[in-house]
């Protein structure tokens, strides 16, 4: 089958389908093709901190409200392991109703998915698509995919790939391996966690804490073969080694969930655009969840494309001022991005003793210099607009 379409979007995930959404019901013929089969729900356990700017794209959207149960974040506690420094962010001092919220990726996905499929004919939503290849043919992009068995494929004016960066070959890819892995599981503790997110940074990669309904959920990123050893141990071990870590602030903490091991990168290409094509989200800067930037980055990847394409109009779809102008708009807030959570990752995750002094003093600088902290604040919230 050939088929025709304005937009196609390669890729259901989050970011797809949040731009999906965004250009439903704008009288742009969109295609949304997703790998995973109808009724197969995503089976991914990481928790995601969405950020209080990406609670408002998501209630224009339409899908907040059927979000629920999220966590509100009201303060952010950041502190590093053997050494001085801490910092404490609070939504009151940013003068914001949350610095953001706790959901995890399959309710968020489970949502839009929900979402995408109310929106009836605004919206061509294909799933168990497995994309092989995007082509640039006769001035139109030509996507090629097999469902249900059958090679398929669609021509439009513009592809954007949300693929998360899976399909090989559609652009070069720039790549720092962390030499981390993320372990994610929930875990309850014996204080109330009074919606504080924490932040500690130790020598061997970042420990998050997000509260999560009562319970919290953690992302302990270490050296791969730590991360390994510590999915392996009794839970009583487990829970001794993060306490080493991360102390006694909540009182004793039982492990609640199952362990999950993530691979940590920063993957990125160094042009988001190719001809009628572009990349948004993961398939265009996978970075390391220190400081939960990526779903959140993405999602305004998403939202500015919509903005730019229905700006431009159908006849610019794909055309190159309409590729340069959505370039141009991205390039700060992605650029930032990628560099703030990878200086993250570099400046903290060492044992030398003169960086660890280095961070101290930035923590306590962060901490009591109120516009520094209400730069962070709102870079993190609005990301280079903010
Ligand atoms: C442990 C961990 C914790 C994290 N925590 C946070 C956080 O707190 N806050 C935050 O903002 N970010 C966080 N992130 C990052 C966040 O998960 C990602 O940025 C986000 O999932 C990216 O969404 P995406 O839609 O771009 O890609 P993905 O989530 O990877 O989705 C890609 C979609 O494309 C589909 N697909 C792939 N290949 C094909 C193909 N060939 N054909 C058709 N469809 C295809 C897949 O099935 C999938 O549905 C975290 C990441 C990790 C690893």
Same mark, same amino acid.
């Given at each position: 089958?050939n ?14 389908a ?6 439903? +019901? ?24 969405? *950020?209080? +700017? ?7 959207l ?10 509100? /974040? ?17 939504a ?11 959901a995890?990726?399959? $309710? ?7 979402? #995408? $499929? ?11 698509a497995?994309?092989? %290849?995007?082509?640039?043919v ?20 513009? %592809?954007?790939? %949300? ?18 892995? @993320? ?32 319970d919290?959920?953690?992302?302990w ?6 991360? $390994? ?5 009794a ?5 001794? $080694?993060?306490e080493?870590?991360? =102390? ?12 999950? #091991? ?6 990125y290409?160094?042009q ?5 094509? /572009?990349?948004?989200?993961?398939a265009?800067q ?7 930037q990526g ?16 700006? *431009?109009?159908?006849?610019a779809? +794909?055309?190159? =001022?309409?590729?340069?102008?959505? @370039? ?7 650029? =930032? ?11 903290? *995750?060492?044992?030398?003793?003169? #960086? ?19 730069f ?11």
């Amino acid at each position: 089958m050939n088929d025709a379409a304005d937009v196609v979007i390669i890729g259901g995930g989050p970011v797809g389908a949040a731009l999906a959404l965004a250009l439903s +019901g704008s009288g742009l013929e969109v295609t949304l093709l997703e790998a995973r089969p109808a009724g197969e729900r995503a089976s991914d356990p990481r928790p995601l901190a969405l *950020s209080y +700017g990406s609670r408002l794209i998501l209630e224009r959207l339409g899908v907040w409200a059927a979000l629920a149960p999220v966590t509100a /974040i009201d303060r952010i506690h950041i502190s590093q392991q053997a050494g001085f420094g801490r910092a404490a962010l609070t939504a009151a001092e940013a003068r914001l109703p949350a610095l953001g919220y706790v959901a995890d990726y399959m $309710q968020l996905h489970a949502t839009l998915h929900n979402a #995408l $499929q109310d929106r009836g004919t605004a919206l061509r939503y294909i799933t168990g698509a497995n994309v092989s %290849a995007i082509r640039d043919v006769e001035a139109v992009s030509e996507v090629e995919f097999t469902a249900g068995g059958v090679q398929q494929s669609v021509r439009a004016r513009l %592809a954007v790939a %949300a693929d998360g960066g899976a399909l090989d070959g559609v652009a070069d890819m720039r790549s720092v391996d962390y030499r981390q892995s @993320a372990v994610t599981t929930r875990l309850h503790s014996e204080l109330p966690h009074r919606n504080t997110a924490f932040e500690r940074f130790t020598s061997g990669g970042p420990i998050a804490l997000l509260p999560s309904g009562d319970d919290l959920a953690l992302i302990w990123s270490a050296e791969h073969e730590q991360a $390994q050893a510590l999915c392996g141990l009794a839970p009583a071990e487990f829970v001794a $080694q993060l306490e080493r870590h991360f =102390g006694k602030r909540l009182g004793a903490l039982a492990i609640e969930g199952k362990r999950s #091991l993530f691979p940590l990168a920063l993957r990125y290409v160094t042009q988001v655009t190719k001809k009628r094509a /572009i990349l948004i989200g993961n398939a265009a800067q996978t970075l390391h969840p220190v400081a939960g930037q990526g779903f959140n980055l993405g999602l305004r990847d998403a939202w500015e494309l919509a903005e730019e394409a229905l700006r *431009s109009g159908r006849e610019a779809l +794909g055309e190159p =001022g309409m590729l340069k102008a959505y @370039a141009a708009r991205r390039r700060l807030d992605r650029g =930032g991005g990628i560099w703030f959570t990878d200086s993250l990752v570099r400046m903290f *995750s060492n044992d030398i003793a003169p #960086l660890r002094a280095a961070r101290g003093a930035g923590l306590v600088l962060l901490g009591c210099v109120p516009p520094l902290k209400n730069f962070v604040v709102r870079r993190m919230t609005f990301g280079a607009r903010g």
